[in-house]
């Protein structure tokens, strides 16, 4: 295999052979191949969000699934998650080059317990595309680091992320801390992550399950234009 993947040279495939190759190396973790892939396919005018979408987070799915049924471990889907942010940075400055007025504030953070953050990270960037300042709390995140980043930053919005069906409950402990001291209704929250949905939001109070990245900015858009009628309004 790695004989062959010497003899590939990525810029002389068609689009759709490199986008598949893009998989397959993303799949064995080739940080270099990737970030040249990602080059190459910007290179051809591909939009940023489409060389994400269809190259990269694609690729990611394939390794979610090969994981899932045993057939990757931890050493090598770490690899795959490094080339997959490798070719993120590259993409990142593009992503939030749109020149989009600004719409608000979002703190993010990827709850206690959970290391998973390629999908909080990649919310950041579209969210920060689509206009919003946001302020990244990183992985496994207390209660006390999102109401400190609250009270320090004032954003219209809460972001929390969890990928795994242990850590996703942590979510209603921080709203729960909220609402103790009365200020829930001062924030948005948007939650995500795959294990969750809909009714998981409803359920611990969330004000909305966003599917993913996409979903995300528009629910944020939503929120916020929302909450300036209202103001307007009252
Ligand atoms: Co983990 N892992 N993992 N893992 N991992 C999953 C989540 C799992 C589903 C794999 C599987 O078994 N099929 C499984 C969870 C099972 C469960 O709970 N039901 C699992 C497991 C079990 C584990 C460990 C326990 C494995 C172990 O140690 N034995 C361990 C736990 C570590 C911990 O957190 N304490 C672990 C470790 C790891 C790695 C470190 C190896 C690595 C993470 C690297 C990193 O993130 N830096 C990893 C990875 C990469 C995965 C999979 C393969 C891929 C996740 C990913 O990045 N997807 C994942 C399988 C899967 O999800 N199918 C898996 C790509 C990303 C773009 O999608 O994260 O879903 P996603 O984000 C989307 C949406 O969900 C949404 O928008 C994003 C973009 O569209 N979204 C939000 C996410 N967060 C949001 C926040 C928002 C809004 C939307 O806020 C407003």
């Known amino acids: 295999m790695a004989d062959e993947e010497e003899d590939i040279v990525l810029s002389e495939l068609d689009d759709e ?98 290391i998973h953050d390629i999908g909080k990270n990649l919310v950041g960037m579209m969210l920060e595309g689509a206009g919003f300042e946001v302020v990244d709390l990183g992985i496994n995140n207390p209660v006390e680091n999102y109401l400190e980043a609250l009270e320090e930053h004032q954003p219209e919005i809460l972001g929390m992320s969890a990928l795994l069906t242990t850590t996703m409950p942590y979510m209603k402990v921080v709203i729960e801390a909220l609402k103790e001291r009365n200020i829930r209704d001062d924030y948005i929250v948007l939650v995500g992550g795959a294990p969750l949905n809909e009714e998981f939001a409803d359920a611990i109070g969330a004000d909305a399950y966003c599917r993913d990245a996409a979903v995300t900015v528009e629910m944020a858009k939503d929120f916020i234009a929302r909450r300036h009628n209202q103001r307007a309004a009252g």
């Open 17 to 114: 052979e490199l986008v598949q190759q893009m998989m397959d190396d993303l799949y064995d973790g080739l940080k270099e191949e990737i970030e040249e892939g990602v080059q190459i396919l910007l290179g051809r005018g591909w939009l940023p969000y489409d060389v994400l979408t269809k190259a990269l987070v694609e690729g990611m799915r394939i390794v979610g699934i090969d994981f899932r049924d045993g057939i990757l471990f931890v050493p090598e889907v770490l690899l795959s998650a490094n080339a997959m942010k490798a070719g993120m940075t590259i993409l990142r400055p593009l992503l939030a080059e749109t020149g989009a007025p600004k719409m608000g504030k979002v703190v993010i953070g990827t709850v206690k317990g959970d």
